[in-house]
Structures are given as C-alpha cells and as structure tokens.
C-alpha cells in the first residue's frame, strides 16, 4: 500500500520540494539521446552508455513501473561547481532511494540529476565502478527525453546559451 505523505516527507527531508507523481510508463525514451550521448557528450562515467542497457532495454524497464517520481532541480552553477553539485544532489538521491527501500518499496530505483560524479575520477568501466552500490545512471544514460517528459508535466527546460541562467535539472524515483 502507497503512503504518498509518508514518502513525499521523505523528499522534503532530503531537499527534494519541487516533485510531481507519475506514471513512469509515460517517461519518453528515445534513439535520439543514445546517439547524443555516445557522439557529442565529453563525460564518460561508469554509468554512461556504454555501460548502460540498450534504449529498448531502458523502455522496457520502465513499463515495469506503475508509480514515480519527477524530482526538479533548478539552480544557477558556474562550470566550476558543476560536478561538485551534481555529487551532493546524486548521493542525496542515492539515500533517498536506500529509505523508500529499507521502508518497504522493494523496487526502489533513482535515476540520478547528472552524470554520476560520486567519485572524483571515475573509473570509466562498469566492472570497475569505485561505488557499484551507489552508482545510478542518469536519465540521458538512460535514453530519456528529458526535455519532452519535463514539459508534458508542465515543468520548464530550455537549452540555456550560457552559466548565468538557472539550470532546470530533472531526476526520478520509481517506486512499488
Ligand atoms: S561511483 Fe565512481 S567509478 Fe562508479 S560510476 Fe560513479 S564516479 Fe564512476
């Protein structure tokens, strides 16, 4: 049985106000973000495809979901700070995942804001992942339309032209 006050506690403790609930079947995967991943993005974590299941893989699990979460994370960053932020916000995700588990939902996941950066050089590969327990990937690695399942929540994101606008950030939880 879903106890939504219970778990919506749980994202204010960790900082998480901005959410919405959703059905994860509606989140938009597409070929379009693996291609944009593999040519074009320069980080390469041990949670970046290659290392990630294939976009017909990421769609499916999906579909094996009924309820989630859209957590967003608005922000000004300078380039400096990025990864530095994009760590604390990703382990805040990371317990937070752990207590919905530990609480019952037994197929708690958390689909990181960013990149990984829970170490400060990656490992690269999978298979020599520093925190294999904590790593999760990020909606891109996971072949999400970021842009697109944002806005059909009614959440803003725009390709910002530079670091002095606010960064709209998505992250998910899947929950049962
Ligand atoms: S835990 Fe460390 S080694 Fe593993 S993916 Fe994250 S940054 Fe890379």
């Given at each position: 049985?879903?106890?939504?006050?219970?778990?919506?506690?749980?994202?204010?403790?960790?900082?998480?106000?901005?959410?919405?609930?959703?059905?994860?079947?509606?989140?938009?995967?597409?070929?379009?973000?693996?291609?944009?991943?593999?040519?074009?993005?320069?980080?390469?974590?041990?949670?970046?495809?290659?290392?990630?299941?294939?976009?017909?893989?990421?769609?499916?699990?999906?579909?094996?979901?009924?309820i989630g979460v859209i957590f967003h994370i608005p922000k000004i960053v300078t380039p400096e700070f990025r990864h530095e932020w994009s760590r604390e916000v990703n382990l805040k995700l990371f317990e937070l995942e752990r207590e919905t588990f530990i609480a019952g939902y037994e197929k708690a996941f958390a689909i990181f804001m960013d990149s990984c950066h829970i170490c400060a050089n990656c490992r690269k590969e999978r298979f020599s992942c520093a925190n294999p327990s904590k790593a999760r990937p990020s909606p891109e690695a996971m072949a999400i339309d970021v842009v697109r399942t944002a806005r059909q929540y009614g959440f803003p994101i725009d390709v910002l032209p530079d670091y002095s606008s606010v960064m709209n950030r998505y992250a998910f939880l899947l929950l049962e």
């Amino acid at each position: 049985m879903f106890n939504h006050s219970y778990l919506e506690e749980i994202f204010i403790k960790y900082g998480f106000e901005g959410f919405k609930w959703i059905n994860p079947k509606e989140i938009i995967v597409a070929q379009w973000v693996r291609m944009k991943c593999i040519f074009g993005c320069p980080t390469k974590t041990a949670c970046c495809p290659p290392n990630t299941p294939t976009v017909e893989i990421c769609k499916s699990f999906l579909q094996e979901y009924d309820i989630g979460v859209i957590f967003h994370i608005p922000k000004i960053v300078t380039p400096e700070f990025r990864h530095e932020w994009s760590r604390e916000v990703n382990l805040k995700l990371f317990e937070l995942e752990r207590e919905t588990f530990i609480a019952g939902y037994e197929k708690a996941f958390a689909i990181f804001m960013d990149s990984c950066h829970i170490c400060a050089n990656c490992r690269k590969e999978r298979f020599s992942c520093a925190n294999p327990s904590k790593a999760r990937p990020s909606p891109e690695a996971m072949a999400i339309d970021v842009v697109r399942t944002a806005r059909q929540y009614g959440f803003p994101i725009d390709v910002l032209p530079d670091y002095s606008s606010v960064m709209n950030r998505y992250a998910f939880l899947l929950l049962e």
